[in-house]
C-alpha cells in the first residue's frame, strides 16, 4: 500500500526540468508534491556526465532560470558548476524533504474511477498522485552500439555517461567510438594522457569556434550590480540561436555566416588535406547536431590521434577490426555513442484510459500537444517530451513556458474544481499535422540520419519553428484544448458518476 495519501503532484527526476517544476510548485504554494529520481542525487544529465571535460555547449548567461542567475566562472561552465548551481536551486527553496532518490517509476497507470494516477517504483514501491509530471529529459539513458563481438572485449570499456574515473589511461591505447557531443569535448583530453587513440567516425559533425572564456572579476561585479547587462548578454546570445535557427528551420541559405566560420576553423586547424577531408559532413549543416569546440581539430592532428573512417566490422579480444580485417588494438574501449532519445519516457510503461498504453499509440514515433499532453492520459503532463529539443538554442528557455503552462493546468483543476483534464484528441491530432509539415522543411529531415528522427525519418524531438514562437504558444493554458471530468463525491461506487458530471 502507499506509504502516504495521494500526492497531488509527483515529478519524476531531479534535473533541470524537475528541480524547476518543484521551484514552481513550492513558490504557488503547492506543498504537497513529491520528486523522484533513479539516480542518487539530483542533476540529472549533470549528475551524469562526468567524462573529463565535460561543459556546456550554451553560454551560461543563457543555460540558467532566467529568474535565478548565477555568477559564472566562464562563459560555457564545466559540468561541476552546472550541478553546483542545481544543488544551490534546492537548498534555496527547501526541496530536500521532497526528494526520493533511488527511485525510478517503473509504471504508470491511471484509475479514472478514483481519478489517480498509480506509480510503481523500480524497487516495488507504490505511489498515488493526482497529477504527474514527467521531467526524465531526453539524453538520460546511455545508446551502446550493436556492434558484433562487443562483449568480447578484454579490456575495461564503458559509455561516456558512465565514466570510470578508476581507469588510468596513461600511456594506454584508447578506441573511441563515436564523434557526438559528448566525443568532442572528453577526446581531447583523454589524447594528452593516452599513448595513442584511435576515433572511430561514422560521420563528419559540423564543428564552429567556441567563444569560451573565464569571466573577469571586473565583469561579474558588474553583472551583479547592473542586472540589464546580464540581461542583455543573455539576449544576445538567445538572438544568435534564433538566427542560427532560422537556418535550420526556413532556409539553408541563412546558414551561410556559420558555415563560413566552420570552413575557416577547418582550414586554420587541419593543413593536411586527407584529414580534412575526413572532416568534411555529407549533409546540410543542421541536420545533426552543430556542435562547438576550439579543440576538436586540434586534437584530430596530433600525432598520437588518428581519425578512422573504415567502418567498423567486428571488436574482438584485444581491439577492433574495421572493414577489410584491419586488426586495430587497443588497451580501453570508449563509446561516445550518445542516448536513446525516441522512446519518450522509457523503461516507464504508462496506461491511460481504457488500458491504452502510451508505447503502443507511439509505436510509429512519439507525438504530444506541445510537447507536454497526450490525448488519452489525463494529468499527465511532459517537461522536455516530443519536438521540444532545439537545435540553436537552450533547452531552458523552452523549460520555463513548458513549466509556467504545466502550473497553469495544475491551478485550472483545483480552480475549476476537477478531477481531471486531458487534452482533446482533434487539438493533439491538429498540432502534430502542423509539427509534421513544419518539420518537412527543415534540415532535420533534409535526409541524414540522426537522434532526431525516427527510422523512417520523422522528427519527433526538435521543435521545428523559432524557440519565442513556442513560447508564444504555452503562453496561457486554454482549458477548452482539453476535455474535463468535474469532481465526483468522494463516496461513489466505482463507476458511479453523479449526473452532469461527465466529460465536458
Not at 28 to 34: E, I, P
Not at 269 to 295: A, E, W
Not at 356 to 368: K, N, Q
Amino acid at each position: 500500500m502507499p506509504e502516504h495519501s495521494p500526492y497531488c503532484v509527483v515529478v519524476v527526476g531531479a534535473g533541470f526540468a524537475g528541480i524547476g517544476m518543484a521551484m514552481a510548485l513550492e513558490q504557488a504554494g503547492m506543498r504537497d508534491f513529491l520528486i523522484v529520481d533513479q539516480g542518487d542525487d539530483l542533476g540529472g544529465t549533470w549528475r551524469d556526465n562526468t567524462y573529463p571535460g565535460a561543459a556546456c555547449d550554451v553560454p551560461s548567461n543563457l543555460y540558467s532560470f532566467s529568474f535565478r542567475p548565477e555568477r559564472w566562472s566562464r562563459r560555457f561552465p564545466p559540468q561541476q558548476e552546472t550541478l553546483a548551481y542545481l544543488h544551490a536551486l534546492s537548498e534555496e527553496h527547501g526541496l530536500g524533504p521532497h526528494l526520493r532518490f533511488g527511485s525510478g517509476v517503473a509504471a504508470a497507470e491511471f484509475d479514472e474511477h478514483r481519478a489517480l494516477w498509480n506509480l510503481t517504483l523500480d524497487d516495488g514501491g507504490t505511489l498515488q498522485a493526482t497529477a504527474v509530471v514527467s521531467a526524465v529529459g531526453q539524453l538520460n539513458r546511455p545508446a551502446l552500439p550493436d556492434i558484433a563481438g562487443r562483449g568480447d572485449f578484454t579490456g575495461p570499456s564503458w559509455h561516456s555517461a558512465r565514466w570510470k574515473h578508476g581507469a588510468d589511461l596513461t600511456g594506454r591505447r584508447v578506441a573511441v567510438v563515436g564523434t557526438g557531443a559528448s566525443a568532442i569535448q572528453f577526446v581531447p583530453e583523454v589524447a594528452k594522457a593516452a599513448a595513442h587513440v584511435d576515433v572511430y567516425q561514422r560521420s563528419a559533425p559540423y564543428v564552429l569556434p567556441k567563444p569560451d572564456r573565464p569571466y573577469r572579476h571586473a565583469e561579474q561585479v558588474i553583472f551583479d550590480w547592473f542586472p540589464l547587462v546580464r540581461k542583455a548578454d543573455r539576449l544576445r546570445t538567445f538572438i544568435y540561436g534564433e538566427l542560427l535557427t532560422s537556418g535550420f528551420v526556413m532556409s539553408p541559405k541563412l546558414l551561410a555566416a556559420p558555415m563560413r566560420l566552420w570552413r575557416r576553423q577547418l582550414r586554420a586547424q587541419i593543413t593536411d588535406p586527407h584529414l580534412r577531408r575526413k572532416c568534411v559532413p555529407d549533409y546540410v549543416m543542421g541536420c545533426k547536431r552543430v556542435l562547438f569546440s576550439n579543440d576538436w581539430y586540434p586534437t584530430l592532428a596530433r600525432p598520437n590521434v588518428e581519425l578512422v573512417t573504415d567502418p567498423i566490422e567486428r571488436i574482438v579480444p584485444d581491439g577492433v577490426v574495421t572493414a577489410g580485417g584491419v586488426t586495430r588494438p587497443a588497451d580501453v574501449i570508449i563509446y561516445g555513442t550518445g542516448f536513446q532519445t525516441l522512446d519518450f519516457l522509457a523503461p516507464m510503461s504508462v496506461t491511460g484510459l481504457g488500458g491504452r498504453r502510451l508505447h503502443e499509440i507511439w509505436r510509429d514515433g512519439a507525438a504530444a500537444y506541445l510537447g507536454i499532453a497526450v490525448s488519452g492520459f489525463p494529468n499527465l503532463f511532459m517537461l522536455y517530451g516530443p519536438n521540444t529539443n532545439l537545435g540553436g538554442n537552450s533547452i531552458i528557455y523552452m523549460l520555463e513556458g513548458q513549466i509556467a503552462y504545466v502550473l497553469s493546468a495544475l491551478r485550472a483543476l483545483e480552480e475549476e474544481g476537477l478531477d481531471w483534464l486531458d487534452v482533446r484528441p482533434e487539438v493533439q491530432k491538429a498540432f502534430s499535422s502542423w509539427v509534421d509539415a513544419a518539420s518537412r522543411t527543415s534540415v532535420w529531415e533534409s535526409g541524414c540520419h540522426s537522434w532526431y528522427t525516427t527510422a523512417s525519418g520523422r522528427n519527433t524531438n526538435n521543435w521545428p519553428d523559432h524557440t519565442f514562437l513556442y513560447r508564444h504558444r504555452v503562453r496561457r493554458f486554454h482549458i477548452a484544448s482539453y476535455r474535463v471530468m468535474p469532481k465526483r463525491p468522494a463516496t461513489a461506487a466505482p463507476g458511479a458518476v453523479r449526473a452532469g458530471a461527465g466529460l465536458a
